[in-house]
């Protein structure tokens, strides 16, 4: 449920020094003080820019954009989940965003993604104002699409690199370091195609996962990959969201943005993202407190 907070808005950087660049990324968080338009790139969002934190140990949730995505294409459950008591951390994947997707398809995407999600933790606790109101033992990260994949492989699995992928044209185990930190995963349409049997096998940890009855990108089989695979299924809490396609968690794009050649503004006939997003927010926002709200006994 919603507070009586605004949302903040802090705009700092991680690094990645493997990729040799900043990781942009803005942190919404619950705040005092009057939220104002904000203009990011042909997005607009309501939002307290720098206005003081309200709150102490507040658990912290990471957001993963979709291939070549944006992450303000999340901006409305971005700001439900700050307004909830959440610190919510939107990074941009470089290399595989909608303003450089100069590695998308390759072996190297697959290694950055999930090392992203750890130096942006890090960002966030190391940070002279976010730090000091940050639960460190208490990170979940939600994911579309890609951002599925990179949830599942930071929480311990073992993905694969296809042989068009790599410059030898051979399959090869993805080098990721897990992160212990993270204690919970939103899957929304995971992108599981990278997984081989036994791969999730070290995923233990608590995930809630929605996907699109037609979504044609990432379908059934995509879930069950996920359902079949982790350590425990009795942890999957899944559902299928009747009549929706690939972008149902996505907010509604601006009204510039809509068209039928980009199919992220679309929905199948007959459904309306809207409709459900109040629902799906309220689920994800009841499954991440259950879980992060808590003090975790390892």
């Not at 802090?10 to 900043?22: F, L, N, P, S």
Request: a negative charge.
């Amino acid at each position: 449920m919603e507070t009586d907070s605004s949302s903040g808005c802090r705009v700092i950087e991680a690094y990645d020094g493997v990729q040799g660049t900043a990781i942009p990324l803005v942190v919404l968080y619950p705040a005092s003080g009057a939220e104002r338009s904000e203009r990011f790139g042909p997005y607009t969002v309501d939002l307290a820019r720098d206005a003081p934190v309200v709150g102490e140990e507040l658990p912290l949730v990471v957001i993963s954009h979709g291939n070549g995505g944006t992450r303000w294409a999340y901006r409305d459950l971005a700001k439900y989940l700050s307004r909830a008591g959440f610190m919510v951390a939107l990074p941009e994947h470089p290399g595989n965003s909608r303003n450089d997707n100069s590695l998308a398809g390759t072996a190297a995407n697959l290694e950055n993604r999930p090392r992203h999600i750890s130096l942006v933790i890090d960002a966030i606790l190391s940070d002279r104002v976010m730090a000091t109101h940050a639960a460190a033992e208490r990170v979940g990260v939600i994911g579309h699409s890609i951002g599925g994949y990179t949830a599942l492989t930071v929480a311990g699995g073992q993905a694969w690199a296809a042989p068009h992928e790599c410059a030898d044209g051979r399959a090869h185990p993805v080098q990721v370091t897990q992160d212990l930190r993270v204690g919970a995963l939103v899957l929304l349409a995971p992108a599981t195609f990278w997984f081989v049997p036994d791969s999730l096998r070290e995923v233990r940890v608590p995930i809630l996962m929605r996907t699109g009855e037609k979504d044609e990108i990432t379908g059934a089989s995509q879930a069950e990959t996920v359902i079949s695979g982790v350590y425990d299924s009795s942890l999957v809490e899944h559902k299928v969201i009747a009549g929706a396609g690939h972008f149902f968690a996505m907010s509604p794009f601006p009204k510039e943005m809509i068209r039928a050649d980009f199919p992220p503004s679309q929905d199948p006939v007959g459904f309306r993202r809207e409709d459900i997003q109040s629902v799906l927010y309220a689920e994800i926002v009841e499954f991440l407190q259950r879980l992060l709200l808590i003090p975790r006994i390892i």
